[in-house]
């Protein structure tokens, strides 16, 4: 099969900004593509004046600052790439599958006759993205494609991302991040010679913000940076802002309240979260992440529940950096660890050596991969590792989930989804409990992290397709945290033996 030619529109192909540089490289080291031009537009690029522009790069300066990306086979090969102009490019008919646009001002619909599946652009190119969303519950992306000169722009796919607290920041943070979703897309028109279809939109590049929206957005700043700093100070005074903490009741995934449950709440400078449950020998045991304001560091720690209630029985696990979400299962007449190990940059599955508090390392897998929030699921004789895998420059966790078909809970053989990451969304990606089975059909947890906030609600999403050619799954229950007063979010769950048990954020535990 030939490779799918690609064509971008760019400012400066030797000032590209992390996204567009890692887009690029891909194409360079997969040979399902070939990139062969680059296409400038008629003109200089308009300097930026205005108040806005000048808000923006000062708040750039201060807060954006992503990494830099190495992009070797990019590099290699880009003075080879031909440079054309835009005249000469629509003048020549179709000579391309693809045209990319990252230009500031965005390519004319013209340039999508030159291409045999249009011009594609991101939203988060947008000459106001980043700023527009600010003070919405999530950054929503969509992909974009312009078939010809006269169709209306069609999705080709959507993405949301968590909101920083600065425009700038949050501009930065979405181009890079939703690099992710056009690979995506690109992978799927090459493995299947035609692009996803989402429906009609309109283009969107609204008007540039006034002093009004700047001045509101400066009061907002000042307001959300105030307030990270005042829950330092609080934190060290031991005061506990944002504090999680469990509940735990009778019920079962689709029906538990949230609202008739006993509170578990953590002594001391401390919060408790990522709660499983396990049965064994006839008792159910809680493990769950045990987190120290003061070193700023969990472990995992357990306890039982019983007609008395729980009882704390100690330390299960601890280790050098950041231990969390102790996700916990039976294989094979034995039981096994999986917590959230992504300081180490790998996964690792632990062998319970005496049952609740001593374990032994058995398995890695994913070295030198940051991966958060990992569970197994055995469904139909394969075996399934669903993970949230950042390689971006903020550290986040929270908008893509991961899928790999595994050989078992020894991780020896992993291979990728094709589609990975096959949900890119901060609002129901991240992961929040185990995959499980209810009468037949398959549910996982998963975390909203909207209005700026980690672990504001909770979703069961039903699973409708999982296999090798693509994952598909629907939101079937959502739990926001209006049960009671100072809720600031809920996050995770667990059930077991017709009991359930969830963490939950309050805006301050107060000293323990």
């Given amino acids: 099969m030939s490779p799918v030619r690609i064509a971008a529109v760019t400012d400066d192909p030797a000032a590209l900004s992390i996204g567009p540089r890692r887009v690029f490289e891909t194409i360079c080291t997969d040979e399902r593509f070939a990139l062969t031009a680059f296409i400038t537009l008629p003109g200089a690029a308009p300097r930026k004046v205005g108040v806005f522009p000048f808000v923006m790069g000062i708040d750039a300066q201060l807060f954006a600052r992503p990494r830099a990306f190495e992009a070797p086979a990019f590099e290699a090969s880009v003075d ?72 209306l722009a069609r999705r080709v796919g959507t993405a949301s991302y968590n909101v920083k607290i600065t425009a700038a920041r949050n501009a930065a943070f979405i181009r890079e991040k939703s690099a992710q979703l056009l690979i995506r897309e690109l992978r799927r028109l090459a493995d299947n010679d035609a692009p996803e279809d989402l429906g009609p939109c309109e283009r969107r590049n609204g008007r540039a913000p006034g002093v009004a929206d700047i001045a509101a957005y400066g009061v907002r700043l000042g307001l959300g940076l105030g307030k990270r700093g005042f829950e330092r100070v609080a934190a060290k005074a031991g005061f506990r802002p944002g504090m999680f903490f469990l509940k735990y009741g009778k019920g079962g995934p689709l029906d538990f309240d949230p609202a008739a449950a006993v509170d578990i709440f953590p002594p001391g400078n401390r919060y408790w979260a990522d709660p499983f449950l396990i049965e064994n020998d006839g008792e159910t045991f809680l493990f769950f992440e045990d987190y120290g304001y003061a070193d700023d560091r969990g472990h995992i720690s357990v306890g039982k529940i019983d007609d008395g209630g729980f009882s704390f029985i100690g330390p299960a696990l601890r280790a050098d950096y950041h231990l969390s979400y102790p996700f916990v299962f039976r294989h094979d007449d034995a039981l096994f660890m999986l917590p959230e190990t992504s300081q180490s940059e790998r996964i690792e599955i632990w062998r319970s050596s005496e049952f609740p508090c001593g374990w032994e390392l058995c398995a890695t897998a994913l070295e030198g991969t940051a991966a958060a929030d990992s569970a197994l699921l055995h469904h139909d004789g394969a075996w399934w590792l669903f993970t949230n895998i950042t390689n971006d420059s903020y550290g986040d966790h929270c908008a893509e989930l991961h899928l790999y078909r595994v050989d078992g809970p020894m991780l020896r053989r992993l291979e990728p989804h094709p589609l990975n990451p096959v949900v890119i969304d901060t609002q129901t990606a991240r992961g929040a409990g185990r995959v499980f089975a209810v009468d037949g059909r398959l549910f996982r947890l998963s975390q909203d992290n909207a209005y700026g906030t980690y672990g504001y609600g909770l979703n069961v999403m039903e699973i409708t397709r999982l296999d090798m050619s693509g994952y598909n799954e629907h939101k079937a229950r959502y739990i926001a945290p209006d049960f009671e007063p100072r809720l600031i979010g809920c996050h995770h769950a667990d059930f077991a033996g017709g009991m359930f048990v969830m963490d939950v954020r309050r805006d301050f535990g107060g000293r323990g």
């Fill in 80 to 151: 080879a790439i031909p440079t054309k102009h835009l005249d000469a490019v629509t003048a020549g008919g179709i000579e391309y599958d693809v045209i990319l646009d990252f230009s500031e001002a965005g390519a004319p619909a013209a340039l999508a006759d030159s291409a045999r599946f249009g011009l594609w652009r991101l939203t988060s190119f947008d000459r106001n993205a980043g700023f527009d969303d600010i003070a919405s519950p999530a950054s929503n992306v969509d992909l974009l494609r312009i078939p010809n000169a006269t169709e």
